[in-house]
């Protein structure tokens, strides 16, 4: 069960890597970030079940913590620069005062 969790976390970790390195729009980039952060969760809870070692659930948490606050920060930033510029696409923001 821990090989099939493993690959699952590693397959979800490059659809990720690919979102963020590949797609141009604002909440694709985001979503491709949430993803990459749920792998390394998955990674691990698995790891942690695998090994009977508690005590990477607390860094779990965190990572969980901190995927919750990359969101509110892409949300905020993604309506923000919406409301400027009426565009979603990073690359033809521009200037923005």
């Given amino acids: ?10 397959g979800l970790f490059s659809i990720g890597l690919y979102g963020v390195t590949s797609k141009k729009d604002f909440l694709r980039i985001f979503f491709a970030l949430e993803m990459l952060l749920n ?7 698995s790891g942690a079940v695998h090994l009977g070692a508690t005590q990477n659930i607390p860094l779990a948490y965190m990572v969980i913590v901190f995927a919750t606050l990359e969101a509110a920060v ?8 919406n409301r400027l510029t009426n565009k979603v696409i990073p690359d033809t923001i521009g200037g923005i005062q």
């Fill in 74 to 81: 892409g949300i905020l930033i993604f309506a923000l620069s």
């Fill in 39 to 45: 792998a390394v969760i998955l990674m691990l809870a």
């Fill in 1 to 10: 069960m821990f090989e099939i969790d493993m690959l699952f976390a590693f």
